[in-house]
């Protein structure tokens, strides 16, 4: 069998298209890239969807936290405890019990034991209350002068919100949020590992690379393939990201644009 | 433990519940939050040491080394970690192995990779068969402490080596037109002032790392999840004198709380070394505490 | 303290010197009741008293460890524990990679669990990662839900998220019977796998040996049934 026929039947096997059957025996190195890769369906979906999900929910989280109001200011630094406080790992092991408990309570629920929406869930509640964090941070770094400037203006309430502490909220926060961005998609591969099940092998790039590593006996192979896709995968965040940071800070003369460092950032 | 617990199955109540909670596999849960804690606590200055060296080595002058230190330092954060222990610590026991086995046995002629064995000779083993049980366990401990030492370095190389460039050019600046050399410089200028640029950061990191720990159990030790979820499942009386249903979701809240109160005390203990650490420095924190007493 | 240091290595260096030869015996600690952690946070069960007498028999001093399930043959392979007894069904694929001793547990059949006699097994099939149930489930046309330990299996059925377990009748047979009714034995059983065994390093033939020769002393005096009746009191199998 060539690798191009391996391809087509696996290449999407993660979503359920293709060969029903995992490959048993024979295992070649095409299989183990081709598999381990579509794999990462899973992890770009749960990156992808949490990160756009979680990014309203911060912002919403992040202001909540800067108002004078101990209504919302409570519950909201509250929030941000527990999720950043706790191990993800175990975040999954209790939300999938209460997901449970919602489920057996009313059927509506029944979904959310499942990881494409439950895990989504925890995902986006976790990278939320860390990107409040790093919001909120930025907001309270906005230089005075852009406030003052805005004033100057007669922008007020909304409007000076939106046009100009907002963007420079953004402008502060995107390298750290590069960061939350990174790890939030190394953390996908928590997802089967604590209390979700994988439904008819369709599991993530860390499921398959389990799978080979299991049936081979040997992690030498897989584990190295899926921390090379990681490795590329973290590049292209990084890429991404940058971008859009760029377009964030183009109208900044070029010496004066904060610099993208890619590790635990400061206010994380 | 008690006296009276000699027969579970008569007790009932508080009674129960006190005989339960001091079984022998209860005490290894609480002695494993020791172990936890212990290995934090031996990490910490590991990961510094190698992000100190990853640092020095990405800001190398020689670039091999430079080259080396920046691949260290993005390869390693580039993976998850949960990837990378699943099947980093069994490479480091094989390569250590290998390398007894090149120096203790020369003479030794059979393949050490035979199929999907690996075969060192006896003397060449890591540990030794031959040791008693707690020697195999500290030196899984020590392979695991390893492994965090890799990952965790890595990051804080990348912490430290900002904070090495963030010291203001002017004094170092200063210090080469009093004479010193580069590397006067670093120890005499960089080295004591960067701490406090890097504490930010590496208090970030103390936070990530305690939230890695319940990952250990994939090192093969036996910590706080390991026992949370022995404990929690479902007992029957053919296991243990104490059945009872599925109480995972009890053992997994205690662990939340566990970690909860970890990471209030750090960030305690964080924001007054961060206090004293600015005390005198050239940062707006610093400023403010001139300001503060003037 | 430096000086501690190297009196313990000193210490363990000349009394691994001196001591008998140590086999590790490496177990799961979750599969009751061929093994799991007992009160006092031992390896106990059905394994732990066959492996110890096998290795009174041969004259060894042996040591438990428990390994995830996961990882057991590979850090067998790399000399982590010199055997595995963890209930591990012999397999020609496992064959392959490790040797196995003969049977000390006869080939025995799966069997599903659910909550109801005529619960679907076409339906969704808990079983646990990597074991030759979550090997054999796709192959019926099941929808296979795979959970990390037997523990999670179980507590899947009950809750509703899977319609079955798929695992081994003699480890499920003790939960039916203690469940009150809650649980029962659904379909036929499936005939899967070919007996558990000791798992060895291929290159490990001699200490193979020795514990071979064990499970046929104890297979002849019958001793070996009498452990089979103590732990799997419902439907002891007998050689």
């Known amino acids: 069998m060539t690798c191009g026929e391996t391809f087509a039947q696996y290449a999407l096997r993660s979503i359920g298209i293709g060969e029903k059957l995992l490959p048993m025996a024979d295992f070649t190195l095409c299989q183990q890239f081709v598999l381990i890769g579509s794999g990462l369906i899973w992890n770009l979906y749960f990156g992808i969807l949490s990160l756009a999900a979680g990014f309203f929910l911060a912002n919403a989280l992040a202001l909540a936290k800067a108002t004078g109001s101990p209504w919302l200011r409570r519950p909201a630094e509250g929030f941000i405890f527990v999720f950043r406080g706790s191990p993800l790992f175990i975040q999954f092991f209790l939300a999938y019990f209460l997901f449970l408990a919602m489920k057996q309570a009313n059927p509506v629920f029944a979904p959310l034991t499942m990881a494409w929406l439950g895990a989504l869930i925890t995902l986006t509640l976790n990278t939320a209350a860390y990107a409040a964090e790093i919001f909120y941070g930025a907001l309270r770094a906005v230089p005075r002068g852009d406030i003052e400037a805005a004033d100057a203006y007669g922008l007020s309430g909304w409007s000076r919100f939106r046009r100009v502490l907002w963007p420079t909220m953004m402008r502060l926060a995107w390298p750290a949020y590069t960061n939350e961005a990174i790890f939030l998609f190394h953390a996908t591969t928590l997802v089967f590992f604590s209390g979700f099940a994988v439904l008819q092998q369709k599991g993530d790039a860390l499921y398959y690379a389990a799978y080979f590593a299991d049936k081979t006996f040997n992690p030498f192979v897989a584990y190295p393939i899926v921390a090379l896709y990681f490795i590329l995968l973290t590049l292209a965040v990084i890429g991404v990201f940058g971008a859009i940071g760029r377009r964030l800070n183009r109208h900044l003369p070029k010496t004066t644009r904060p610099r993208f460092r890619y590790g635990p950032q400061y206010f994380r | 433990m008690f006296s009276f617990c000699a027969d579970p199955k008569s007790l009932e109540g508080i009674a129960w519940f006190a005989c339960y909670l001091t079984s022998g596999k209860h005490l290894y849960f609480y002695v494993s939050i020791g172990t936890v804690l212990l290995l934090l606590a031996i990490t910490v200055p590991v990961a510094l040491a190698f992000g100190f060296a990853g640092a020095m080595a990405a800001r190398s002058h020689f670039a091999p080394l430079s080259i080396l230190g920046r691949i260290y330092i993005s390869a390693v954060r580039g993976v998850p970690d949960i990837i990378f222990f699943l099947f980093v610590p069994i490479a480091l026991d094989q390569a250590f192995e290998w390398v007894r086995h090149k120096t203790k046995c020369p003479d030794w002629t059979e393949p050490i990779r035979r199929g999907a064995d690996f075969v060192v000779c006896p003397q060449a083993k890591l540990p030794l068969s031959s040791s008693p049980q707690w020697v195999h366990e500290t030196y899984g401990f020590f392979l695991a402490v390893l492994a965090f030492a890799i990952v965790f370095g890595a990051f804080s190389a990348n912490v430290l080596y900002g904070a090495m460039q963030a010291i203001p050019k002017a004094q170092t600046e200063t210090a080469e037109a009093y004479g010193m050399t580069r590397r006067q410089v670093f120890r005499r200028i960089v080295v004591p002032q960067m701490w406090v640029y890097a504490l930010p950061g590496l208090s970030n990191l103390w936070m990530i790392l305690v939230k890695a720990t319940p990952l250990l159990f994939l090192l093969g030790i036996e910590d706080i999840v390991y026992w949370a979820k022995q404990l929690g499942g479902s007992k029957r009386s053919i296991e243990s004198e104490y059945p009872h249903g599925d109480w995972r979701l009890a053992y997994f809240l205690v662990l939340l709380v566990f970690y909860l109160g970890m990471t209030k005390l750090s960030e305690g203990v964080f924001g007054r070394l961060y206090r004293r650490l600015s005390h005198g420095q050239a940062t707006m924190a610093g400023e403010e505490q001139r300001r503060g007493r003037a | ?239």
Do not use: H
């Open chain 3, 1 to 239: 303290m430096k000086k501690i240091a190297l009196a313990i290595a000193a210490l363990a260096l000349t009394s691994g010197l001196a001591a008998a030869q140590t086999v590790r015996l490496g177990t799961e600690g979750a599969y009751p009741p061929y093994n799991f952690v007992n009160d006092k946070g031992e390896v106990d069960g059905f394994e732990r008293e066959l492996g110890d007498e096998l290795c009174k028999r041969a004259g060894l001093t042996c040591e438990w460890v428990t390994n995830e399930w996961d990882s057991i043959i590979p850090n067998l392979t790399s000399g982590n524990y010199d055997a595995i007894i963890a209930g591990m069904s012999i397999t020609p694929e496992r064959d392959q990679v490790i040797d196995f001793t003969q049977d000390y547990y006869p080939p025995t059949a799966s069997a599903y669990v659910g909550l109801s006699a005529d619960a679907n097994i076409k339906g969704t099939v808990a079983a646990q990662v990597s074991t030759i149930q979550a090997a054999y489930v796709p192959t019926t046309g099941a929808t296979l839900a795979e959970y990390a330990t037997p523990e999670e299996t179980i507590a899947a059925v009950k809750s509703g998220e899977a319609d079955v377990v798929l695992a081994d009748y003699d480890y499920l047979a003790p939960i039916v019977a203690e469940s009150g009714g809650e649980l029962v034995f659904v379909g036929e059983r499936v005939p899967l796998g070919g007996g558990v065994g000791m798992g060895f390093r291929e290159s490990d033939k001699e200490l193979k040996q020795k514990f071979d020769d064990g499970i046929t002393a104890m297979k002849a005096d019958g001793s070996l049934n009498a452990l089979l009746a103590k732990w799997f009191p419902e439907n002891p199998p007998k050689y």
